[in-house]
């Protein structure tokens, strides 16, 4: 049960800060097993219904699924893989049936089948398939499985796991970056409850809230929770290797007793001439937008969509984030990934021999190029350029080295040098 998950989510899970940070999740809950002598896990599919519902309120973008069988796992994970930027936090849960078979760890969809290992492992999700392709896409990934891990073949009662004979999990290493929770300790079940929600899932929806506790302090809040209602039957336990601390929930700014903030002044109108930066190099088949928040970081709350195109005035940097106003006189952070130099608008383009080492420039500007010269400082900025990389060696598409060559025959032909 965990397999297929667990290597969805791990693809999906690819961070850098180099990109505009989101958070994704990928929630998936198998309940009704087709194949199996037990069919049912009651409440697998509330528990994913529930978790989607709870990430969702906590600003993270769900996919979810229910009931899914090999080939709609595998789908699902792939299109979660294809939306995921690098900086971005990725988070998959799992509910339903895994299993150890051999040195590996698998997920079970509703579809699989059969009475011997080899047909299990073709029918199934391997669990570390999907941490592997997670981690080397992502910087920092969470892994949550509430399922059980047994081994051999057959589905045994109310208990979410394979078999009896063979109990426990192969052991799993997170790489630097992750955090990987099970429900249960190695060599036992995880129950599936007689309420709404498993043991496991009802304490980590009653603590997921929490604004105040990092990752580490909900998994040991939801631990203390479950031995005390399973009377010690039941242990989570986790892996992690995470070098910062992860809060699910945006943490709350305010500060205890301090005074009202000062009423903001009015936002003066800006000209035109100001807009020297615009939303550019957004995912076609991504979300397609840029999200302006009120803080520097990806749990920070988001205040409107930014399209490609959008003119933009770049107040102040803070790290890999831009303080900019937009021309209708939105103000906050974004990140400067997705911000391009674009040189001044004007209002009766000419061309002039000014104006195509503007356009000229801005290309270089746009890609990462710093300038050294006062005429190209005062023109463009410098915020987050490549320093000490030639102009010959920044980086250049086809059709922009093109526009290049072309702004120069046309300096040339206006004797502009």
């Known amino acids: ?55 969702s309120s906590l600003g993270f973008r769900v996919h979810s699924g229910i009931d899914l069988t090999r080939s709609e796992i595998l789908r699902l994970t792939q299109d979660v893989q294809k939306s995921l930027n690098a900086g971005d936090i990725a988070l998959f849960y799992f509910a339903g049936h895994a299993i150890q078979l051999g040195a590996e760890n698998f997920l079970i969809p509703v579809d699989a ?73 190695p060599g036992n079940v995880a129950l599936d409850g007689l309420g709404r929600n498993s043991p496991f899932t009802a304490a980590l929806l009653k603590h997921l809230p929490s604004t105040e506790d990092d990752l580490h302090e909900v998994m040991r809040k939801v631990r203390r929770d479950v031995v005390e209602q399973t009377n010690g039957a039941q242990i989570p336990w986790e892996n992690s290797s995470l070098i910062d601390r992860i809060y699910l929930a945006p943490r709350s700014t305010s500060v205890p007793n301090a005074p009202p903030p000062p009423t903001p002044a009015p936002v003066q109108p800006v000209a035109t001439g100001q807009f020297t930066h615009q939303v550019a190099g957004l995912d076609p088949y991504g979300d397609g937008f840029l999200a302006l928040r009120n803080g520097t970081t990806s749990s920070a709350s988001r205040l409107m969509k930014m399209v490609e195109g959008t003119r933009l005035q770049v107040l102040e940097q803070n790290g890999v984030w831009f303080m900019v106003r937009t021309e209708t006189g939105a103000q906050g952070w974004a990140h400067s990934n997705w911000i391009r130099f674009v040189g001044v608008r004007s209002a009766q383009p000419q061309e002039t021999c000014n104006s195509l080492w503007l356009q000229r420039n801005a290309i270089f500007a746009r890609n990462g190029y710093c300038f050294q010269s006062a005429r190209g400082q005062q023109a463009f900025s410098n915020l987050g350029c490549r320093i000490g990389v030639p102009a010959g060696q920044i980086p250049l598409s086809a059709s922009e080295r093109q526009e290049v060559q072309h702004l120069r025959s046309r300096e040339t032909a206006l004797q502009c040098r």
Do not use: W
């Open 1 to 55: 049960m965990f397999q297929p998950v667990l290597t969805l989510i791990l693809a999906l899970f690819i961070a850098s800060a180099s990109y505009a940070t989101e958070r994704v999740a990928l929630v998936i809950g198998n309940s009704d097993y087709q194949h199996a002598t037990v069919k049912d896990l009651p409440n697998a599919a509330q528990d994913a219904r529930d978790v989607s519902q709870r990430l």
């Open 113 to 185: 089948y059969g009475s011997d290992e080899e047909t299990l492992r073709q029918r199934s999700v391997k669990l570390q398939t999907i941490l592997a392709e997670m981690e080397s896409r992502a910087d920092r990934n969470i892994v949550i499985l509430d399922a059980c891990r047994d081994n051999p073949f057959d589905l045994t009662t109310s208990k979410r796991s394979v078999g009896g004979a063979t109990r426990g999990l192969v052991k799993i290493d997170a790489g630097v970056g992750s955090f990987v929770a099970f429900s249960t300790q």
